[in-house]
């Protein structure tokens, strides 16, 4: 049951990706050339609800669906951490003309080319399984 439902979340999510143009590769570049508000309005918009929800569920202890305790583990102090990887997302964003979200809405919508990001992504995601003991965290 559990499967239906994040299929369906997921489903929505991508409608949602695709109408407000989040996937679209011309939005993504005007973003990158700072030519239009369009993205980074749709950025701040997910980042102040999800502050807020965040806030909410902290301060009102609310539980999952299922019952289970939301936790939001302590963030690691480490500027170089977040800024390499914040480098590392952005390049491969801006190479890839989407960033995890879209890759399947592009997918889902048509965009046959995506296929070759998704398995570099994959690709990517099983290295870093086999690195990351070794990597300084």
């Not at 439902?5 to 590769?25: C, D, P, R």
């Not at 801006?94 to 965009?111: I, V």
């Not at 080319?113 to 399984?129: H, K, M, N, Q, R």
Request: charged letters at 15%; one cysteine or more; aromatic letters at 18%.
């Amino acid at each position: 049951m559990r499967t239906l439902i994040y299929l369906l979340i997921g489903i929505v999510f991508g409608i949602t990706m695709f109408k407000s143009e989040a996937a679209s590769w011309y939005r993504i570049y005007e973003m990158f050339r700072f030519d239009s508000f369009h993205m980074y309005g749709i950025i701040g918009t997910a980042l102040f609800f999800g502050a807020i929800t965040i806030l909410i569920i902290k301060r009102f202890d609310i539980t999952s669906f299922y019952g289970e305790k939301i936790n939001f583990p302590p963030k690691q102090k480490s500027f170089a951490r977040y800024a390499i990887g914040g480098i590392l997302f952005g390049l491969g964003w801006a190479l890839a003309g989407a960033c995890p979200g879209p890759m399947f809405t592009l997918l889902g919508a048509g965009f046959s080319p995506i296929i070759v990001v998704i398995i570099a992504s994959l690709l990517g995601t099983f290295v870093y399984g086999l690195l990351k003991d070794k990597l300084p965290h």
